[in-house]
């Protein structure tokens, strides 16, 4: 048994993506225009990682457009190895995608918020490769689609794990202190996170990360 991959989201620059990477993570996380929330950096920063990013790590380019012309020109700047949808696309678009952008993997978010995400999750499985699970708020006034650092129902997120048929990935929240009862609970194919290894300027805490990777190795003997 392998612990679960590890993807490390809000890069912002190549020296954060190098220490990502020297920490053992599976995948860099590179959180482009959104609502509001943390992580955002222009394009340009994230076509000059994508350049820039010289060891073998899936790169995912946090997009919130939803029509797939958009998103396949956001995709033609930052060339990631996955496109990461934070907010709702609509199916017709995601079979676009999939036409269009064969070589790319397609990660479709689910904002865990009730009976209704597990539903929207099993309804998409078949269009993508992976679901994320978070904890944004996108029916909120100010929307927010990641990086809260807040944690959800793991109940319903091993519900939605056990009925898509495909990996998944879960966020919200998580961080050193409680990786390994997420793990625990939800068994998912990776873990994801942002901001609860980073410090006040939001940036990445070396202890703080190496301390979260050290409790998802952890997971193995539990």
Request: hydrophobic share 45%; proline share 7%; glycine share 8%.
């Amino acid at each position: 048994m392998t612990p679960p991959k590890v993807k490390i989201c809000c890069i912002q620059d190549s020296a954060e993506a190098r220490m990502a990477i020297q920490a053992g993570a599976w995948a860099l996380g590179l959180v482009a225009e959104m609502p509001s929330g943390v992580g955002p950096i222009p394009d340009e920063q994230i076509a000059y990682i994508l350049e820039n990013v010289g060891d073998p790590v899936e790169t995912f380019l946090l997009t919130s457009r939803v029509e797939s012309g958009a998103i396949i020109e956001h995709h033609r700047i930052c060339p990631a190895s996955t496109l990461q949808l934070v907010d709702h696309v609509p199916f017709d678009d995601l079979q676009r995608l999939r036409t269009a952008l064969p070589g790319v993997k397609l990660v479709q978010v689910i904002h865990v918020l009730g009976e209704a995400s597990v539903e929207e999750a099993v309804r998409v499985a078949p269009l993508v490769d992976m679901i994320l699970l978070d904890s944004g708020k996108p029916n909120a006034e100010l929307r927010t689609l990641g990086g809260t650092g807040d944690t959800h129902d793991w109940d319903l997120s091993r519900r939605i794990r056990r009925e898509i048929g495909i990996p998944m990935l879960l966020a919200g929240g998580l961080e050193p202190d409680n990786v390994a009862e997420a793990i625990h609970t939800v068994q998912p194919f990776g873990v994801d996170l942002c901001s609860r290894i980073r410090d006040a300027d939001g940036r990445l805490v070396p202890d703080k990360l190496e301390a979260f990777m050290d409790a998802v190795g952890g997971t193995v003997a539990a």
